[in-house]
Nanobody, 116 residues
Framework: QVQLVESGGGLVQPGESLKLSCAAS????????MNWYRQAPGKERELVAS????????SYADSVKGRFAISRSNFYNRVYLQINSLKPEDTAVYYC?????????WGQGTPGTVSS
């Protein structure tokens, strides 16, 4: 079955960086677009970054362009989200996502808290 397991979140100060990781299993990883979403306290879940199966194509929400970078390793079946110049408004639970066989699959999320 499809499994997505995120890691790498934590408590950081404004201006610092985080690198999130998502380990995927149960499907042909390199054939699927992978996404990172986040959900801030009291807000709806939002898509922040996507990457094509080959890794050649990426897209970002306007609010994170220039600070977030999505990447993947099809050898290790992992997708990553590098977050730089963190701001307090980046505080959220970050989720890995894949749309597979007409279903959405989610990991359990990894929390990132930005606070001085």
């Amino acid at each position: 079955q499809v499994q997505l397991v995120e890691s790498g979140g934590g408590l950081v100060q404004p201006g610092e960086s985080l690198k999130l990781s998502c380990a995927a299993s149960g499907f042909a990883f390199s054939s699927y677009v992978m996404n990172w979403y986040r959900q801030a306290p009291g807000k709806e879940r939002e898509l922040v970054a996507s990457i094509s199966g080959s890794g050649d194509g990426t897209s970002y929400a306007d609010s994170v362009k220039g600070r977030f970078a999505i990447s993947r390793s099809n050898f290790y079946n992992r997708v990553y989200l590098q977050i730089n110049s963190l701001k307090p408004e980046d505080t959220a639970v970050y989720y890995c996502n894949v749309y597979y066989r007409e279903r959405e699959f989610w990991g359990q999320g990894t929390p990132g808290t930005v606070s001085s």
